[in-house]
């Protein structure tokens, strides 16, 4: 006989102050929108937050998955309200019609932005709280890039950021949530927390957790995690494209007091502060990154990354620059992509396997980040787009390319796919006969989390800095309303 039931929910959006398209209803409807049975069956099997949590719950018999709504849409712009407004309805009309729940489990990003509102997670769990009252426990699980709120922790304590970028531990982090709240109910295991947040704002390309700074912030806090009395210890990094009141690295800390909570995140905080200068980095231009790599002689594939065009950095995935210079060199077996763009798209659709075509490749979004590419090409395959991920990252995951065209000109193979995505699974190439690893050079649309797969297979990475909407120069975006003082973008407070 069951005795606890948990409620299950999933609301997801990294959004981008700064690009021109706002999200709508669509882009989630289209990514994943999904209420009841429909969550079990799409998540179940699938390294996520949510894979997590049914798997945890699954543990123990004396508690029941009640699922409830997941919305999630790939990173992109500020969320249009009525958006936000329908999916937040939504949910609460699940948890209305749910019956009495005794936990709930919410995978949330914790860097959307929305329109009209101040912090769109805290609005989020305040009308959640609201309609489920204040002693029903809830957890949530947060990207290491969440602009979180310290008022967070006075909603719950149960909150776990993920410790790795790549980001391979959400579904750990999401069985860490479920446990939690199964403690909570079963044992009394009752928790504080505490949150800090630091006046930094932090670009991201130098934040992997393999190497460097975040690497030792990580370390830190699983060895606080060891202690007896300290339950979770996250550190979020921030979205730096998130124009917010909450921008900026925080640290949060769940102990078996407040008091011990506040002393350790504080501790942590200020050893995060001393370090900050060591996420900002310098990446080579692109006529650097190409000298540099014109003389480099690998045995296994050299990556040149624009990651100020990553998609999973809200950029549109058909910049050119990086890539019409790349093409003006005498560098050959290369593949560039995936280039997102529909149109070209079609035409090689419509054109078949075995034509050849005269194609204007990407530059359809930001022309002041390149003009569309003039080829001549060869269609080699297409394909509907639909692979699962394969790697360690959303390991399981299906995913959803809306069509892809392997196309060839000369000794350059191009990946063209119907809708943003990073070169993050090999799957997505694999999928339609491209093997990555077989080449000299792949030029990819992609920043860090692409590196969880793609480190066996490859040699060296260059992060280009090209110019892009998710730029790794923070400091030249057009803030209004960060606090004042966030370091770097003031400089007086170094
Ligand atoms: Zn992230």
Sequence with gaps: MKQWRIGVAFFYHESHSFVR?????????????????????????????????????????????????????????????????????????????????????????GAMVVEGLENAEMSLINAIREEIGESIPFATTLDMH?????????????HFGFK?????????????????????????????AACIKLPMLLPSVNMRTEEGPMKRMMVMAEQYEREPDILAVSVFGGFPYGDVKDAGASVLVIAKDKERAQTVAS????????????????LPSINEAIDMISELEEEKPIVLADIADNPLSCGSGDTTLLIEAFLNTDLKKALIGPIADRETFEQCRKAGKGARLKLSLGGKHYPEFGRPVGLEAE????????????????????????????????ERDFLIIGRPLSANDPALFRHIGIEPSDYRFLVLKAKNHFRAAFDPLISKVIYVDAPGVATNKIVQLPFQKIPPGLWPINQEIQ
């Design 21 to 109: 398209e706002k999200t709508t209803i669509e882009d989630f409807k289209r990514e994943g929108f999904f209420k009841g049975q429909e969550i079990v069956d799409v998540y179940t099997g699938t390294k996520t937050e949510v894979g997590g949590f049914l798997d945890e719950l699954a543990l123990d018999e004396r508690f029941s998955v009640v699922p409830l709504q997941c919305a999630a849409a790939i990173p992109s712009g500020v969320v249009t309200f009525e958006t936000y407004e329908e999916i937040e309805a939504g949910l609460l009309k699940e948890l209305k019609t749910a019956g009495q729940l005794d936990g709930l489990l919410l995978a949330l990003h």
């Design 379 to 410: 269609v080699l395959a297409i394909t509907d787009g639909i692979f699962y991920n394969s790697g360690p990252f959303n390991h399981g995951l299906k995913v959803d390319a809306q069509g892809a065209a392997f196309i060839r000109s000369g």
């Design 146 to 158: 969440a602009n979180i709120s310290p008022l967070l922790t006075e909603c719950s304590p149960y």
């Design 267 to 282: 501790s942590i905080g200020e050893y995060y502060w001393g370090i900050r200068q060591e996420f900002l980095v310098n």
């Design 164 to 192: 790795t970028y790549p980001h391979i531990d959400m579904y750990e982090q999401g069985r860490r949530a479920a446990s939690a709240i199964m403690k909570h109910l079963g044992q009394r295991k009752l928790y504080e």
